[in-house]
């Protein structure tokens, strides 16, 4: 019963955007659309595990939560102006929303009929990103209504408060209402695509690394965002950026199982057992790091994704070919000043050249980051929201291989307390819990 439930409940979890963009497609109002597939999740939670999972799920949702939005419409005392505007609203080939008592269009009892043949969420993720919206908007709004994070997560990714980001997300739904619901034209797909994919890897970032709380991997989470982006990249499949994204995403994703150790305790890239990370997903991130670069000329992505690729490539943590990876690191950050990119390329700097001249790097950066006042902000290729744990992490590695201990064990205290990831917090902790011992 209890594997059968996690089954329904990861269904539910995967189609619940799906749902949310058919009918926000059809009415272009976000809120009633929300509480409408809501309750129609929580009567399938209900009824699946005792009648069984309908032969089409995302089509019986459909047609509950249309069900429950009618009644919501028709209740309303403008009924009839919001309908003519929905009509108005819906493209010719739209799903329509049926009766009550009726299934969709072809349907019999069970709600199996046709469903949008389109991916409703790819429609929903490029509505999120619509260029109305601030980034800050677009990401909070897609974090919610297509990643499926609630407010309060979202809230604490970006380190504000929980009414802020409610206030923040309400605003975005306002702004996009009664907007057409349907993929952008060839004239603004490039700027809503930029913005998808920074999107795609915020939601990443948050699975891979949870930035705050117990658990240092979402899972759920680093894996929509792969599959939104695999979805992406089969609708501009010679386009560089979403294929060296999706590179990246996989290249990382395969050393998941070797991360952490028994006890959930991180364990970083230098140190993990590579023969535990999933070859397959190495072998097909590489291929596709390869056809990125093919693509049309390198950007952050195809460059991430290249330095990925080498890092998975090592066998071993010292076969690591880091003059290559310092060639890459310079290309990206003469291209973006992303300070993730940086910091990625002070470590590299001393990986070369010493761990003198990588802290030299790092501290370039947290001089930099101190005049601009944006320490550890990040953009493509960091963790939303983290002041400047990671720039103390890497600083308090190199001291400790320069041979300066009670500045590295410092360094180490000084990033367990910025973090918000309690397996990050205790990592760093137990390095320098390390370096107090007489054979540290």
């Known amino acids: 019963m209890g594997r059968a439930t996690d089954d329904i409940e990861d269904l539910l979890r995967r189609h619940a955007p799906q749902v949310l963009g058919a009918l926000v497609r059809r009415y272009g109002h976000f809120d009633p659309a929300e509480d409408s597939v809501q309750e129609a999740l929580i009567a399938a939670a209900e009824q699946w595990p005792r009648d069984g999972i309908p032969d089409n799920p995302r089509g019986w949702l459909i047609r509950v939560a249309s069900r429950r939005l009618t009644d919501r419409l028709r209740s309303d005392e403008a009924r009839r102006r919001r309908e003519e505007t929905a009509a108005a609203l819906t493209p010719a080939d739209a799903f329509v929303a049926p009766p009550p008592g009726e299934g969709p269009a072809g349907a019999g009892p069970s709600g199996t009929g046709r469903a949008p043949s389109e991916d409703d969420t790819l429609t929903l993720l490029f509505l999120c990103c619509h260029p109305a919206l601030s980034p800050a908007a677009q990401i909070a709004l897609t974090l919610r209504a297509v990643g499926g994070l609630t407010t309060a997560e979202i809230a604490r990714a970006h380190l504000v408060p929980e009414a802020t980001m409610a206030q923040r997300i309400s605003r975005a739904k306002r702004a996009v209402r009664g907007t057409q619901f349907r993929q952008p034209d060839a004239r603004d797909r490039d700027q809503r695509l930029a913005a998808v994919l920074q999107v795609l890897y915020l939601i990443f970032n948050e699975g891979y690394t949870a930035t705050a709380g117990p658990d240092l991997h979402r899972t759920d989470l680093a894996r929509e965002a792969i599959r939104l982006t695999r979805a992406v990249r089969r609708l501009l499949p010679h386009e560089g950026r979403v294929t060296g994204l999706l590179a990246l995403m996989v290249l990382t994703e395969a ?18 057992d590579r023969a535990l990370w999933d070859r397959t997903a190495v072998a097909e991130g590489i291929a596709l790091a390869e056809e990125a670069l093919t693509q049309g000329p390198a950007g952050d992505y195809q460059l991430q994704a290249a330095i990925a690729a080498l890092h998975d490539e090592a066998e071993r943590a010292e076969d690591t070919d880091w003059p290559q990876i310092l060639a890459l690191y310079d290309l990206l950050v003469r291209r973006s000043p992303d300070p993730a990119a940086a910091l990625g390329r002070a470590v590299a700097v001393a990986m070369v050249q010493g761990p003198r001249a990588g802290l030299a790097e790092v501290e370039a950066l947290a001089e930099t980051a101190e005049t601009a006042g944006t320490a550890g902000s990040s953009g493509t290729s960091g963790t939303c929201g983290q002041r400047n744990h990671r720039l103390d992490a890497v600083r308090a590695h190199l001291l400790e291989r320069a041979g300066d201990m009670a500045a590295a064990r410092t360094a180490y205290r000084a990033a367990a307390d ?17 370096l107090d011992r007489p054979d540290g």
Request: hydrophobic share 25%.
């Open 255 to 272: 050393r998941t199982p070797a991360r952490t150790g028994p006890d959930g305790e991180l364990i970083p890239l230098d140190e993990q």
């Open 418 to 434: 910025a973090t918000l990831s309690e397996p990050e917090a205790r990592y760093l902790r137990r390095r320098a819990d390390r």
